[in-house]
Protein backbone atom coordinates (compact mmCIF):
# COMPACT_ATOMS: atom_id res chain seq x y z
CA UNK A 1 0.00 0.00 0.00
CA UNK A 2 1.36 3.65 -1.05
CA UNK A 3 1.53 5.69 1.58
CA UNK A 4 -0.76 9.01 1.59
CA UNK A 5 1.60 12.12 0.24
CA UNK A 6 2.22 15.05 2.58
CA UNK A 7 -0.49 17.68 1.15
CA UNK A 8 1.43 20.56 -0.93
CA UNK A 9 0.95 24.34 0.27
CA UNK A 10 -1.86 26.26 -1.81
CA UNK A 11 1.14 29.03 -2.91
CA UNK A 12 2.86 25.40 -4.10
CA UNK A 13 -0.32 24.14 -5.88
CA UNK A 14 -1.22 27.58 -7.81
CA UNK A 15 1.75 27.01 -10.37
CA UNK A 16 0.94 23.41 -11.03
CA UNK A 17 -2.74 23.18 -10.55
CA UNK A 18 -4.55 23.34 -13.68
CA UNK A 19 -7.75 24.60 -12.37
CA UNK A 20 -5.48 28.09 -11.95
CA UNK A 21 -3.21 27.68 -14.76
CA UNK A 22 -5.92 26.61 -17.49
CA UNK A 23 -9.73 27.25 -15.57
CA UNK A 24 -11.37 26.68 -18.53
CA UNK A 25 -9.88 23.71 -19.34
CA UNK A 26 -8.43 25.20 -23.03
CA UNK A 27 -5.77 23.00 -22.68
CA UNK A 28 -6.03 20.63 -20.05
CA UNK A 29 -8.96 18.47 -19.59
CA UNK A 30 -10.03 17.34 -16.26
CA UNK A 31 -13.12 15.13 -17.26
CA UNK A 32 -13.58 12.80 -14.74
CA UNK A 33 -11.32 13.68 -12.42
CA UNK A 34 -13.02 15.23 -8.92
CA UNK A 35 -11.34 18.03 -7.07
CA UNK A 36 -9.51 15.39 -4.58
CA UNK A 37 -7.75 13.34 -7.76
CA UNK A 38 -6.73 16.55 -8.88
CA UNK A 39 -5.55 17.79 -5.96
CA UNK A 40 -3.42 14.03 -6.00
CA UNK A 41 -2.37 14.84 -9.88
CA UNK A 42 -0.82 17.55 -8.62
CA UNK A 43 0.95 16.28 -5.93
CA UNK A 44 2.51 13.97 -7.92
CA UNK A 45 3.44 17.21 -10.37
CA UNK A 46 5.07 18.69 -7.29
CA UNK A 47 7.01 15.42 -6.26
CA UNK A 48 8.84 15.72 -9.75
CA UNK A 49 9.44 19.01 -9.57
CA UNK A 50 11.20 18.73 -6.33
CA UNK A 51 13.32 15.78 -7.65
CA UNK A 52 14.04 17.47 -10.38
CA UNK A 53 15.19 20.16 -8.42
CA UNK A 54 17.22 18.00 -5.98
CA UNK A 55 18.78 16.34 -9.17
CA UNK A 56 19.98 19.78 -10.57
CA UNK A 57 21.25 21.30 -7.15
CA UNK A 58 23.42 17.83 -6.56
CA UNK A 59 24.54 18.15 -10.39
CA UNK A 60 25.80 21.09 -9.82
CA UNK A 61 27.31 21.00 -6.90
CA UNK A 62 29.13 18.06 -8.03
CA UNK A 63 30.12 19.93 -11.15
CA UNK A 64 31.22 22.76 -9.17
CA UNK A 65 33.30 20.90 -6.44
CA UNK A 66 35.25 18.73 -9.53
CA UNK A 67 35.39 22.23 -11.23
CA UNK A 68 33.57 20.63 -14.63
CA UNK A 69 31.29 21.46 -16.70
CA UNK A 70 27.87 19.17 -17.77
CA UNK A 71 29.84 17.35 -20.80
CA UNK A 72 32.95 16.94 -18.63
CA UNK A 73 30.54 15.32 -16.00
CA UNK A 74 29.04 12.64 -18.72
CA UNK A 75 31.75 12.42 -20.30
CA UNK A 76 34.08 11.27 -16.76
CA UNK A 77 30.59 8.97 -15.38
CA UNK A 78 30.80 7.16 -18.85
CA UNK A 79 34.40 6.22 -18.17
CA UNK A 80 34.01 4.99 -14.80
CA UNK A 81 31.07 2.66 -15.95
CA UNK A 82 32.78 1.29 -18.94
CA UNK A 83 35.99 0.53 -16.52
CA UNK A 84 33.70 -1.58 -13.93
CA UNK A 85 32.56 -3.03 -16.97
CA UNK A 86 36.01 -4.32 -17.74
CA UNK A 87 36.03 -2.76 -20.69
CA UNK A 88 38.39 0.26 -22.80
CA UNK A 89 36.97 3.77 -22.82
CA UNK A 90 38.38 5.25 -26.39
CA UNK A 91 37.78 8.65 -27.27
CA UNK A 92 35.60 7.84 -30.22
CA UNK A 93 33.46 6.01 -27.78
CA UNK A 94 33.29 8.65 -25.80
CA UNK A 95 31.69 10.57 -28.74
CA UNK A 96 29.65 8.55 -29.52
CA UNK A 97 27.82 8.73 -26.12
CA UNK A 98 27.74 12.40 -25.76
CA UNK A 99 27.01 12.82 -29.75
CA UNK A 100 30.01 15.37 -30.15
CA UNK A 101 32.38 15.82 -32.77
CA UNK A 102 36.03 14.03 -32.19
CA UNK A 103 37.78 17.63 -31.60
CA UNK A 104 35.01 18.54 -29.31
CA UNK A 105 35.80 14.97 -27.36
CA UNK A 106 39.62 16.08 -27.89
CA UNK A 107 38.97 19.39 -25.91
CA UNK A 108 36.78 17.87 -23.47
CA UNK A 109 39.66 14.89 -22.94
CA UNK A 110 42.38 18.18 -22.72
CA UNK A 111 40.38 19.31 -19.57
CA UNK A 112 40.00 15.98 -18.02
CA UNK A 113 43.58 15.09 -18.30
CA UNK A 114 44.83 19.03 -17.26
CA UNK A 115 42.47 18.59 -14.08
CA UNK A 116 44.00 15.42 -13.08
CA UNK A 117 40.39 13.56 -13.69
CA UNK A 118 41.49 11.23 -16.38
CA UNK A 119 44.63 9.50 -17.79
CA UNK A 120 45.49 8.87 -21.74
CA UNK A 121 47.29 5.86 -22.21
CA UNK A 122 48.43 3.64 -25.17
CA UNK A 123 45.43 1.24 -26.45
CA UNK A 124 46.19 -2.53 -25.50
CA UNK A 125 45.03 -3.68 -28.62
CA UNK A 126 44.37 -0.74 -31.30
CA UNK A 127 47.81 1.41 -31.82
CA UNK A 128 45.66 3.61 -33.46
CA UNK A 129 43.37 4.83 -30.33
CA UNK A 130 43.82 5.65 -27.28
CA UNK A 131 42.46 4.03 -23.78
CA UNK A 132 41.39 6.79 -21.50
CA UNK A 133 41.21 5.87 -17.85
CA UNK A 134 39.52 7.76 -14.86
CA UNK A 135 42.26 8.37 -11.74
CA UNK A 136 41.53 6.61 -8.43
CA UNK A 137 41.19 10.13 -6.86
CA UNK A 138 38.20 10.95 -9.27
CA UNK A 139 36.87 7.48 -9.21
CA UNK A 140 36.86 7.67 -5.24
CA UNK A 141 34.87 11.39 -5.33
CA UNK A 142 32.34 10.31 -8.03
CA UNK A 143 31.82 7.50 -5.73
CA UNK A 144 31.09 9.33 -2.62
CA UNK A 145 29.20 12.09 -4.14
CA UNK A 146 27.23 10.63 -7.92
CA UNK A 147 27.87 6.93 -6.38
CA UNK A 148 26.13 7.64 -3.18
CA UNK A 149 23.30 9.87 -4.72
CA UNK A 150 22.36 6.72 -7.29
CA UNK A 151 22.39 4.06 -4.65
CA UNK A 152 19.51 6.31 -2.58
CA UNK A 153 17.58 6.20 -5.86
CA UNK A 154 18.08 2.68 -6.11
CA UNK A 155 17.10 2.41 -2.73
CA UNK A 156 14.20 4.57 -3.15
CA UNK A 157 13.01 2.28 -6.19
CA UNK A 158 13.99 -1.04 -4.74
CA UNK A 159 11.51 -0.01 -1.25
CA UNK A 160 8.53 -0.21 -3.84
CA UNK A 161 6.66 -3.46 -4.94
CA UNK A 162 7.19 -4.90 -8.18
CA UNK A 163 3.57 -4.00 -9.30
CA UNK A 164 4.31 -0.34 -7.64
CA UNK A 165 7.82 -0.47 -10.10
CA UNK A 166 6.20 -0.99 -13.29
CA UNK A 167 3.26 1.53 -12.72
CA UNK A 168 6.02 4.30 -11.87
CA UNK A 169 8.23 2.98 -14.71
CA UNK A 170 5.03 2.96 -17.49
CA UNK A 171 4.62 6.44 -15.36
CA UNK A 172 7.80 8.22 -16.46
CA UNK A 173 7.80 6.81 -19.96
CA UNK A 174 4.96 8.03 -20.49
CA UNK A 175 5.67 11.06 -19.09
CA UNK A 176 9.05 11.30 -21.27
CA UNK A 177 7.30 11.07 -24.38
CA UNK A 178 5.35 14.38 -23.77
CA UNK A 179 8.98 16.01 -24.58
CA UNK A 180 8.82 14.85 -27.99
CA UNK A 181 5.82 17.48 -29.20
CA UNK A 182 7.76 20.17 -31.66
CA UNK A 183 7.56 23.40 -30.77
CA UNK A 184 5.97 26.19 -32.73
CA UNK A 185 8.25 28.35 -34.50
CA UNK A 186 9.18 31.91 -33.12
CA UNK A 187 7.28 34.20 -34.33
CA UNK A 188 9.73 36.74 -36.48
CA UNK A 189 9.92 40.44 -34.91
CA UNK A 190 9.83 42.33 -37.74
CA UNK A 191 7.56 41.91 -40.39
CA UNK A 192 9.36 40.99 -44.30
CA UNK A 193 9.00 43.72 -46.70
CA UNK A 194 7.65 42.61 -49.78
CA UNK A 195 10.58 41.93 -52.40
CA UNK A 196 10.39 44.48 -55.25
Known amino acids: MVPESEPVEPTELSMLDPRVLDPHQEIVRRAGLDDDEVDQVVRV ?4 RSWREAEQRLSEASRRYMKLGETDMRALRFVIA ?26 VLDRLTKGGHVRRLPHRSDRRSLAIEVTEETRQIAQRTVGRSHARRFEAAARLSPREREIVTRFLNDLAGTGDETLPAPQSQHPRRPAK
Open 82 to 107: VQHRGEIATPGAIAAHLGISSASTTK
Open 45 to 48: LAGL
